[in-house]
């Protein structure tokens, strides 16, 4: 596998390409113009493209499949160098605002979310992507490619604002030397320029690497997967959680670098009859004391084969009352995507499956 091009801070092409002025050139190809090739760098003079297409690659995966939702949420999944696939999905936020005479006032917000691994180590009961075993890491250039692709595939020039979650396929933390290469790419001046303030790393609770993210000081934000107030059923459902307890990821949370005037979130998957009841809402007031959190509360989204079920709205709304009339935050995560198969590796399974 050749590497990509976008597996390079600006920096770090100035090492690699000679005469130093032309990175800046190829850095607008890459993430002004979204090149695909560099038979697309129409500027740079071939002998140098000759020589570029030896060592390297531009774009390192392919679209192969695309799923719109009637809301506005694409769904992709991507065949990398070794035929492997991942997924992405395009997210619409907020509709675009138009004033009496119908001219634009707001553009529509979109956020971008990003697998980081083919498979996962983690092996979340709940989790389909779990299923399938741990295949690999994403290289960064393999992260940034996915938002490069949505960008380009969606039209969405490159100084629009975009936020970055990374929620997709893959534990993050399990590949915190290319999470933190991507995050940096993202935040290049003269590439996509995404501040880390709009970049979300979701993580399962490896508590160590909680730690080893806050110390590179990197500013992104982090969500916590918490999902149950006890052990025993974390444990259940996120076996690492033996290693790695609710307490010490508290623990964590509480040394990590915060902008002051954000929060941590906290995300609690909402199973029927498993962790769906006040008591547990209880729990989770008191474990979150002293944090400054937010809780999304998601629904399980079942597939074939799950032993667990959806919750039904009128638990989620208690749920949620009672966390809110405590003093959490808590907002509940509207189930984009319902209609095409919303949750991380669900799209990857039905290809399989063909
Ligand atoms: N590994 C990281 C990030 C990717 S998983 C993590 O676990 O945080 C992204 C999110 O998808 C997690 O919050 C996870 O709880 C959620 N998820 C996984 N399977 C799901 C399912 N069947 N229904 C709803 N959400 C699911
Ligand atoms: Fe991995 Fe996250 Fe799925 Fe758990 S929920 S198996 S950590 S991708």
């Given at each position: 596998?050749?590497p990509s091009l976008?597996?390079?801070?600006?920096?770090?092409?100035?090492?690699?390409?000679?005469?130093?002025?032309?990175?800046?050139?190829?850095?607008?190809w890459?993430?002004h113009?979204?090149a695909?090739s560099?038979?697309d760098?129409?500027?740079i003079p071939?002998a140098?493209?000759?020589?570029?297409?030896?060592k390297?690659i531009?774009?390192?995966?392919?679209?192969i499949?695309?799923?719109l939702?009637t809301?506005g949420t694409i769904k992709?999944?991507f065949?990398?160098?070794?035929a492997?696939?991942v997924e992405?999905?395009w997210?619409?936020m907020?509709d675009?605002?138009r004033?009496?005479?119908?001219e634009?006032t707001?553009?529509?917000?979109?956020?971008i979310?990003?697998s980081?691994?083919v498979g996962?180590?983690?092996?979340c009961?709940?989790?389909?992507t779990a299923?399938?075993g741990?295949?690999?890491?994403?290289t960064?250039g393999?992260?940034v490619a996915?938002?490069?692709n949505?960008?380009?595939?969606?039209?969405?020039?490159?100084?629009?604002?975009?936020?970055?979650?990374y929620m997709?396929?893959?534990?993050?933390?399990?590949n915190l030397?290319?999470?933190?290469k991507?995050i940096?790419?993202f935040?290049?001046?003269e590439g996509?320029c995404i501040?880390?303030?709009?970049?979300?790393?979701?993580?399962s609770?490896?508590?160590?690497?909680?730690?080893?993210?806050?110390?590179?000081d990197?500013?992104?934000?982090?969500?916590?997967?918490?999902?149950?107030?006890?052990?025993?059923?974390?444990?259940e459902l996120?076996p690492?959680n033996k290693?790695h307890?609710?307490n010490s990821?508290i623990?964590?949370?509480?040394?990590?670098?915060?902008?002051?005037r954000?929060r941590?979130m906290f995300?609690?998957?909402?199973?029927?009859d498993k962790?769906?009841d006040?008591?547990?809402?209880k729990?989770?007031?008191?474990l979150l004391?002293?944090?400054?959190?937010?809780?999304n509360?998601?629904?399980?989204?079942?597939y074939?084969?799950?032993?667990?079920?959806?919750p039904?709205?009128?638990d989620m709304?208690d749920f949620q009352?009672y966390l809110?009339s405590?003093g959490?935050?808590?907002?509940?995560r509207?189930?984009k995507?319902?209609d095409i198969?919303?949750?991380?590796?669900q799209l990857k399974?039905?290809e399989n499956?063909k």
């Open positions: 596998m050749k976008l597996d390079y801070t600006q920096k770090e092409l100035a090492e690699l390409i000679q005469p130093k002025f032309r990175v800046k050139q190829i850095f607008g890459l993430y113009n979204y695909q560099f038979e760098m129409k500027n071939k140098l493209k000759e020589e570029l297409t030896e390297y531009v774009n390192p995966m392919k679209i499949k695309k799923e939702s809301d992709y999944l065949e990398l160098q070794d492997k696939t992405a999905v997210l619409k907020k675009e605002k004033d009496a005479q119908g634009l707001q553009e529509a917000r979109y956020t979310c990003v980081t691994q996962c180590k983690v092996g009961a709940f989790c389909l299923k399938g741990f295949t690999r890491d994403l960064a393999e992260i996915q938002v490069v949505l960008k380009r595939d969606n039209n969405h020039k490159h100084n629009r604002m975009i936020n970055i979650v997709g396929m893959g534990e993050p933390l399990d030397d290319n999470l933190a991507a940096e790419i935040k290049e001046q996509l501040s880390a303030k709009r970049q979300t790393v979701s993580t609770g490896l508590s160590n690497k909680i730690d080893q993210l806050g110390q590179m990197l500013g992104v934000h982090i969500a916590i997967s918490l999902h149950a107030v006890d052990d025993e059923l974390r444990s996120i690492m290693a307890n609710i990821i623990e964590a949370v509480k040394r990590f670098p915060i902008d002051t954000k941590v995300e609690y998957l909402v199973i029927k962790n769906d006040l008591g547990s809402a729990k989770l007031v008191k004391h002293g944090i400054k959190a937010k809780v509360l998601i629904y399980f989204n079942p074939p084969g799950t032993p667990y079920d959806r039904q709205l009128k709304v009352e809110v405590h959490l935050l808590c907002t509940i509207d189930s995507g319902i198969s919303a949750a991380c590796g399974e039905k499956k």
